[in-house]
Nanobody, 124 residues
Framework: QVQLVESGGGLVQAGGSLRLSCSASGKIFSINTMGWYRQAPGKQRELVASISQGGSTNYTDFVRGRFTISRDNARKMVYLQMNSLKPEETAVYYC??????????????????WGQGTQVTVSS
């Protein structure tokens, strides 16, 4: 009933930029925290950045100052602007969100959802 779809991944040279987008769709009553995670080959999935419904942001140290997370509540979208990318940031990037579903127009339960991921490859 709820789906997150990422886009914007691709191949970029070290020092370059990419902008990821994630769109939420389905029977959605409200969206709480949204975030971006990444998983490199052979490594655990890790948080990159998150943003609350009100716009408060949180970044992990290794991206602070280079990445910017933002959201458009009306369009049910979250973005990740990535600048000064490094080869070690090659990974699959996943969108994540805490979403309260809509049940006949009333709020249902809140659950955590993941997108299918988008590949980001940074060449040296």
């Amino acid at each position: 009933q709820v789906q997150l779809v990422e886009s914007g991944g691709g191949l970029v040279q070290a020092g370059g930029s990419l902008r990821l987008s994630c769109s939420a769709s389905g029977k959605i009553f409200s969206i709480n925290t949204m975030g971006w995670y990444r998983q490199a080959p052979g490594k655990q999935r890790e948080l990159v950045a998150s943003i609350s419904q009100g716009g408060s942001t949180n970044y992990t140290d290794f991206v602070r100052g280079r990445f910017t997370i933002s959201r458009d509540n009306a369009r049910k979208m979250v973005y990740l602007q990535m600048n000064s990318l490094k080869p070690e940031e090659t990974a699959v990037y996943y969108c994540n969100a805490d979403i309260k579903t809509s049940v006949v127009g009333f709020p249902g339960r809140e659950s955590n959802y993941w997108g299918q991921g988008t590949q980001v490859t940074v060449s040296s």
